[in-house]
């Protein structure tokens, strides 16, 4: 496990800035369209970086040859210095067994899937140094600026932006609760705790949910669905997720959509888009999180290394935000 201490040494080098990431534009979508337009403005995203592809946005899951023809499309377009993907839709967000993030990451791969509970192939993103991800190992990490509406996906870039360098003094609430089978993060949060204190408040609790708290800078829990979430102010920055089967089904969840979380004033979330069981290797590390992203690295970066199989996962939020990098 990397330290933030030895983190801090790298922070120079930080590779996610805006010339270092391509938003891809789905041009069949006006939502797409406008959330890029903005975007790209508000992020100063060199123009070169933008990619338009076009594909029916009306279908969950687009077929594994189309997908693959229109990521060699992206590849063909993109500058070889851009080293990760920001794209500008909720749907669709899997590609067969794999999420459309990992499947812009890594292409598609029936290595990152799985028939029942087995484990996947392990990203060599996780919990590594590398500032350069596509330089030092052939992998894009994505994430989709996500929303169903423009509004949401205003307010979600703004709360990005404002995140920045602002050093939040906020808490981590860590959420036990008797969901035996969601809960199994829970044994990790003793050992999560020093990597975020004394810089952010951690309190680990037995219960359903919080409400009403001011001050919510990560939030993870395990549970189908989080009740009052909408109740609580998260810092601009804010990180939040449930260990759940379907939370990375964005439009159309048996369960509580991962966008619940932004659309109630998180930056960044995840969730799975196909059943992964409950391993916890495909779900974030908390200790992670805290450990890349309180050293200063951005959303996309620190969320992307605390997962260790993300192939059936997908992240969302805004891909810049890094409350912790210092000026």
Known sequence: ???????????????????????????????????????????????????????????????????????????????????????TWASPYRVGCMSMTSAFAFGFDRKFCADGCQYTWPDPYFNSATTRPYDELRIRPTMSIAAVDFDHARALIERGIHADHAEPRGAAYLLSTDDAQRNTRAAAYSAASPFARPRVQVEILHDTGIRNRQDVLFYFIGASSVPEITTNRFLPGAIADHLTSFGGMLTDSPQMSSLRWLEAGATGSYGTVVEPCNIAAKFPDIQVIFAHYLAGETLLEAYWKSVQMPGQGIFIGEPLAAPFRVH
């Open 1 to 87: 496990m990397l330290s933030a201490l030895a983190l801090g040494s790298f922070l120079a080098a930080m590779s996610l800035a805006p010339a270092d990431l391509a938003v891809v534009i789905n041009t069949s979508g006006p939502l797409s369209e406008a959330i890029v337009s903005y975007y790209v403005r508000r992020r100063h995203i060199p123009p070169a970086n933008v990619v338009y592809v076009r594909f029916d946005s009306h279908q969950d899951h687009p077929p594994v040859e189309e997908f693959t023809r229109l990521k060699a499309e992206v590849d063909r377009k993109v500058s070889k210095r851009v080293q990760a993907f920001a794209l």
